[in-house]
């Protein structure tokens, strides 16, 4: 028995990437990794978007060996250390400065799910109201109170939860309007769809702790809101005085073309939800919130490991190469580059319907054959699966996600160049040609 089948044969159904890429994946460098047959992958996926330097960063392992071995604390609960010190003046340095100035910080257990569940127990102890609004399509996390404010009922079904409390409201998704159009006027519907339900008195739904929100969908599909949504958005919660949580978990830190998803449109939210790679990889969440909110008291959210000082370490490096190496300005190029060639492909591939998101963040929406009105046909998750597995023959890492799960989704990391741009596309041409030879059929036409 092999170590993926030894592995498998111990592991819970639950898991999810090893069951859908069979092998062993020993080294890494950038992004690139090799798995136990010496074959070399391109990683688009970089650890679901955590690992903005790639895999084994030099300064960052430097930096890291040399935390060890100097003798400072590594595991102190919340106490203050030189490490936590670092950390916290790099990320306020990159904060807009007039939001920075009255931020406050929260180190919650190294998920992205804990960091949700004390925001969302933030607004709600500091408003005294319980409701939270969410938006269709969105991800939030796994645990029970971020798994309430998730769209996708895959994971809530049979599961026991009761998700009460959380209401959802139409995302901008323009592709596919929720309200049947043909996109052009999806973002003005969404909110007055959201103003009508905060001010109608008979919406059903109590004025709400906060609104949750993330400026590009990931798991939805990667979806992103317009700078105008946002921003009406931000004006439309102020004018009702609920808290905006936006939710940059997989957006932060440069993968979108700025240091902040949010920051494209101008506004600052409330409070600003981080994990991922702001521990450069390794296991770190925090809440930044506005010090109006911060009246919570002592020891009301807390964690073992929420003073994470390898992660703060890590983190603290990763920033500095971010700012330093203009990180976010490339991804925002490379991604354009990357966005071009896909709808290149899509042009030859009817089954790539619909190419979207922002910087390195990009899904890629895998369709059947247009409806008799001229509308996209629907989503086709089995092909998608069928891209993705072929891509992975093609030593190319890639997930899907999405409605039905029929959304190619490609999260490099911010360091891939023009080069690795070109093979990328290489590689995901021939996976897609291989995915439509094996197709029943062959080839579909619009």
């Given amino acids: ?54 895999h084994n960063h030099p300064e960052v392992s430097e930096a890291l060996l040399r935390f060890i071995g100097s003798g400072q604390v590594q595991q102190v609960l919340d106490l203050t250390t030189p490490a936590k010190f670092e950390f916290v003046q790099t990320l306020f340095g990159l904060l807009p400065a007039e939001w920075a100035e009255r931020a406050k910080i929260q180190f919650c257990s190294p ?153 494209r449109a101008g506004i600052v939210p409330d409070v600003l939800v981080l994990s991922k790679a702001v521990g450069g990889g390794f296991p770190l969440a925090v809440v930044v919130y506005d010090q109006a909110l911060d009246l919570w008291p002592r020891g009301i959210h807390a964690g073992t490991f929420r003073g994470n000082q390898i992660g703060m370490v890590a983190g603290k490096v990763t920033m500095d190469i971010l700012r330093r190496d203009g990180l976010a300005e490339q991804a925002a190029r490379t991604g354009a580059l990357l966005v071009d060639g896909l709808r290149e492909l899509a042009r030859r591939h009817p089954a790539l319907g619909d190419v979207r998101g922002r910087g390195l963040m990009i899904g890629v929406e ?25 891509a992975f023959d093609h030593g190319l890492l890639i997930e899907t996600g999405g409605r039905h799960g029929a959304v190619l989704r490609l999260l490099p990391p911010l360091i891939v160049t023009p080069q690795d741009v070109g093979e990328i596309l290489d590689r995901l041409d021939r996976a897609v040609g291989q995915a439509e030879q094996r197709r029943p059929g062959g080839r579909r036409d619009r």
Wanted: hydrophobic share 40%; glycine share 12%.
């Fill in 1 to 54: 028995m092999n170590r993926y089948e030894a592995v498998k044969r111990r592991e819970s159904r639950a898991r999810t990437y090893a069951s859908t890429f069979e092998a062993v994946f020993e080294t890494a460098e950038g992004i690139r990794m090799r798995d136990q047959d010496g074959r070399e992958i391109i990683d688009c996926l970089a650890c679901a978007g955590a690992l903005p330097l790639g």
């Fill in 111 to 263: 998920s992205g799910s804990d960091a949700i569940e004390a925001a969302m127990k933030l607004t709600r102890y500091a408003t005294r109201r319980h409701p939270i609004i969410a938006f269709h399509g969105a991800y939030h996390g796994m645990t029970g109170g971020a798994l309430a404010a998730m769209g996708n009922l895959g994971p809530k079904t049979d599961s026991g939860l009761r998700a009460g409390g959380v209401h959802f409201a139409p995302f901008p998704y323009r592709f596919r309007c929720p309200f049947g159009t043909d996109g052009e006027h999806t973002d003005r519907l969404s909110i007055q769809y959201l103003a009508n339900m905060l001010s109608d008195p008979e919406s059903g739904i109590s004025k709400p702790a906060a609104v949750i929100v993330e400026v590009v969908q990931g798991e939805g599909g990667c979806i992103p809101a317009s700078d105008e949504w946002l921003r009406e958005l931000r004006r439309l919660t102020r004018e009702h005085e609920i808290p905006l949580v936006i939710d940059e978990v997989q957006t932060g830190f440069g993968r979108t073309g700025g240091m902040f998803a949010f920051e």
């Fill in 366 to 390: 895998v369709v059947g054959p247009d409806a008799a009105d001229g509308r996209p046909g629907p989503q086709d998750g089995a092909f998608a699966q069928a891209i993705k597995r072929a």
